[in-house]
């Protein structure tokens, strides 16, 4: 493709390190150069959110904090493959599991959690880790004003929700023999499963528990 063809073809929006401009508060301006056609595909869906083309192409980039996408895939920040699929499907897919594979899924998907948080130096940051969490769409960043981290339950079944947050909190193994089950027959390990995990009801719509809390900064 000629130049003069590349320049009709290519339209500049102000966010590709070829040409960055720091401004006084701390930002940069990124001037890159994309076809009509993706141009116009922004245009379309700026316009059905209801957003400026600069809000819609900075939330895309935010994205670059917890995943990267290469031209034929989409990869975690630990450099693992990613794919797409709708929550909804997920959660089906876990919930056909006995409540035993339910918490062995919940620990793998904390660990996976956690080894991202590790490689940026901020496996102890819960804060991080719960950034990410919104921003790989698992669940929304809902922490209220007591600290409680309230976990939508479309996120999954009550036992893999309760083995995922307590590999993120405690960076440990959930205890295996905590399935509803078990714990029917044995009111030693009720007891022991109920100081350790403590629900908490704050929403009907929500998980919470006591040991999956933020520190509550003082005024």
Known sequence: MSPNAMQ????????????????KDSTVVITV??????????????LKLGLSKADFIRNYLEMSKSIIKQKMSIKSLNKRDLIIVKRSYLRKLIERNDESE????????????NDIARINGKVDDMSYKLDLC?????FLRDVDHEGYINIIKKFGPKKFVEAFVWRLFKQDEFNPRYTEEELRGSKSLTQQYEKEIQAVNRSSSHYSFEFAKLPVKEN
Do not use: C, M, V, W
């Open 102 to 113: 339910q918490i062995k899924l919940g620990d793998k998907l904390g660990r996976f959690i």
């Open 33 to 46: 150069r994309i076809d009509e056609d993706l141009n116009n595909n922004i245009e379309d869906i700026r």
């Open 134 to 138: 919104d921003n790989l769409g698992f």
């Open 8 to 23: 009709k073809s290519a339209t500049p929006i102000n966010y590709s390190s070829n040409n960055i401009k720091k401004s």
